[in-house]
């Protein structure tokens, strides 16, 4: 089944002189359980088409459903509460609430929408993330890397249907990166959940079942099932 749709999108900031069109009538469909990296250029509208299908930014033209629902038919209520019940963000820029231990972030999003975490699940992700020796530390007590995994976490134990990653591995070495990718592709198979994943790594889309590239705010062109050789 579909689990994200967008139909002719554009997008254009600013006006006049500063006017620039980031997203030209972009027509994309996600499966259910598909796990996709977005590649290209910088300035190219990845992070604005990312953004644009998260529901975080307001399309100038064009619609965007998830599941059911019809993202760009949303104000701001119904955005917020698509964004709480519906989906995970891992953001290059993590985030995390600096008073807070490793734990209490990656339990706030569930914490906030009144759920428990599912405790076996939840195990399993700190273990593969290599946080199990973290937990009580606080952000500034935490590597670059060690407060991605905090990030990927957070964004994993509720199990949202989807799940939009910038660059998630972007502050990670390779090892601790490719730990990541694989939780990624095993959330996708195994629990059906939808992930696009913005990134500039060829080996990082590998990952992925589908790389969608985009120029200067279209898509270009699209490999399924890509090794790295390919995406280079
Ligand atoms: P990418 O993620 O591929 O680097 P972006 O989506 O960030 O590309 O940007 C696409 C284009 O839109 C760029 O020309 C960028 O400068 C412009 N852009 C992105 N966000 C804004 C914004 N908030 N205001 C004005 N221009 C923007
Ligand atoms: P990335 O490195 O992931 O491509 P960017 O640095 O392009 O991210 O953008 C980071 C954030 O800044 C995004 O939310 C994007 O929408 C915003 N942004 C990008 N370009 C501009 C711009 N020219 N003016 C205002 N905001 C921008």
Redesign the pocket.
Known sequence: SVAIRAENVWKV??SGEAE?T?LRGVDLELARGEFTAIM??????????MHCLAGLDVVTRGEIVLGRTTVTGLRDKGLTRLRRDHIGFIFQQFNLVPTLTAEENIRLPMTIAGRKPEPAWMAEVIATVGLRERLRHRPHQLSGGQQQRVACARALVPRPEVIFADEPTGNLDSRAGAEVLRLLRKSARELGQTIVM?THDPVAAAYADRVVF?AD?SIVTELREPSAEAVL
């Open positions: 900031y600013g620039v980031a290209g250029p910088s300035g190219s509208g990845k992070s604005t088409l913005v985009l705010g």
